[in-house]
Structures are given as C-alpha cells and as structure tokens.
C-alpha cells in the first residue's frame, strides 16, 4: 500500500471499537477528541450491551440505560454510537460475531481502527481486539458474505489498525504491556472527562463490584502516569498492528500529538 506523509486522507473516519459501553471513553477518548479537532469523523462502537453491569437492574434495563449513555457520550465529539447486541460474559469468537464485525468495518469504511489491547484483565476485551483484526481483514475481501440485513460492499483496503492500553497497563497475570507510543492528551483531559462522566451507571457498578468509586479520578491518574513516562501532563498508550497486511507506518503522528519513550525512538 502507497503512503504518503502529511496527507489528509480522502475517507477521515476512525472506527473505534471497545467491548462494552465506557472502554472507549476510558481507553482512547482523548486521542479521538484530538482527532476530531484535526477534522476527521468518529464512529464509536461496542460488541457487548452492558447487560451485565448492574446489581440491581435487570440485564435489558441496565442494557438499555448503557446504550443511552454511550450515545450521549459519543455526542461529545459528534459522533455515531451503535452496538452489536452481544450479551457481556457470553461473548465467544465464532462466525456470527465475525460476520457482525465485518458488516461494521464495511459500513463505516474507516481510514483508522482503534480497539482493545490482545493482552487484558478480561476475556470480553481480548476477544474484541481479536474480533477487530480479523473483521478488518475480512472487510475486503469480496467473498466474505456477512449475511446481514442490507450488506454493505467489501472496502477498498485494510485500514490502519491501532490497539489502546490495557486497563492499568496490565495483562491477566499483571505482567506490564508494552507500548510502541503516546499521544499527549494534555489538551483535551477535559473533553475525555465529560465523555467518561456520561456514563453514570457503570460508576455506580464499579462501586458495587469492585469497590471503585473513583471512576473519572481513576481515569485521570491513570493518563497522569502514561503522561509521566514521556513528560506530558496527559497521555494515552497504544500499539499498532503492523503484520502482514497492514499498513504499518504510525500514520497518527501526522495529525496529532504522537510522543515517544527514548528507548522506542526506533520503533516507528
């Protein structure tokens, strides 16, 4: 795939996907903000519904609460919200949910995808990042037949695939997941903030469940501390997926804030 330095692309529109209603907005809100500024177009997306995050509404209540927010939280920065009706807990890698994922990278066409890290705290998410790889190589791929509702046609190309940070940085065994760079969020905290906060009932939830009632004070010193790896004040942490074939020149650093770690200088 030619690629050119510098260059707006012809189709601005970034894909990111997290598993359920917030991850995006904790995971990557501030480097979509940022792109957003740039001009480019945001479609947020979620495989599973929520319907697991409540003690006390039932699982199509709280489901139905979860979509709200999230479409109110996508607002924010002008932008779509759809999910993929899978159940949180239940979510397996099978033909039906690839075909799913498929018909969604094919409606949005996007120039970039952002997801989950492989390497997480839960299942739901490594399975979304996997998800996201494969449906980005499917997408074009005339053959694939989605047997969805009013397909959309294959893409044109593999967009640019990034993962975001594992939550707190970890992998399952607590092990630190490495980074390729940050974006210095610094400018738009506040933006990713009033994203996060529109999501009311996972607060609550966390507060329950794992005794978390710090949500957007959590999320703040958690960017506090990726900012502190490369001295900004806020940053966000990602990998790009560079097998074959991808395209694999971080091309973010066009457009936005992308900051490097000394001993990562090499690895654009």
């Known amino acids: 795939m030619k690629e050119t330095a510098g260059i707006f692309p012809d189709n601005p529109t970034v894909l990111a996907v997290g598993a359920h209603p917030d991850d995006i907005e904790f ?12 001009g480019f177009n945001i479609s947020i997306a979620t495989v599973c519904t929520g319907d697991m995050g409540s003690s ?5 209540e709280i489901a139905r609460k979860r979509f709200g ?3 109110e939280a996508a607002k924010v920065l002008e932008a779509s919200y759809k999910s993929l009706g899978e159940s949180d807990l239940h979510l397996v890698f099978d033909n039906a949910i690839r075909a799913k994922a498929v018909e969604l990278v094919r409606q949005i066409d996007p120039y970039v995808v952002v997801t989950h890290s492989p390497q997480d705290y839960m299942f739901d998410h490594e399975i979304t990042a996997n998800l996201m790889w494969d449906a980005c190589f499917n997408a074009s791929v005339p053959n694939f037949v989605t047997n969805q509702a009013d397909p ?3 893409t044109s190309k593999i967009p640019y695939l990034y993962y975001a940070d594992a939550i707190g940085g970890l992998d399952r065994f607590g092990r630190r997941v490495d ?3 940050y974006v210095d969020i610094s400018s738009v905290i506040e933006v990713k903030e ?6 009311e009932s996972q607060r609550s939830w966390l507060k329950v469940q794992h005794g978390m009632d ?5 999320m703040r010193r958690w960017c506090e501390e990726r900012g502190r790896e490369v001295n900004v004040g806020f940053a966000e942490a ?10 694999n020149r971080n091309i973010l650093q066009d457009h936005i804030p992308v900051v490097q770690r000394e001993s990562n200088l090499g690895a654009r």
Do not use: I
């Open 27 to 38: 995971l990557c809100a501030g480097t979509l903000a940022l792109l957003h500024r740039r």
């Open 56 to 60: 006390d509404l039932r699982p199509y």
């Open 69 to 71: 927010e999230a479409t």
């Open 152 to 154: 959309a046609k294959p």
């Open 179 to 181: 980074v390729d760079f």
């Open 194 to 199: 009033k994203m996060l906060s529109k999501h």
């Open 214 to 218: 710090q949500y957007l004070l959590n």
């Open 238 to 247: 990602f990998r790009q997926h560079r097998g074959h074939p991808f395209p």
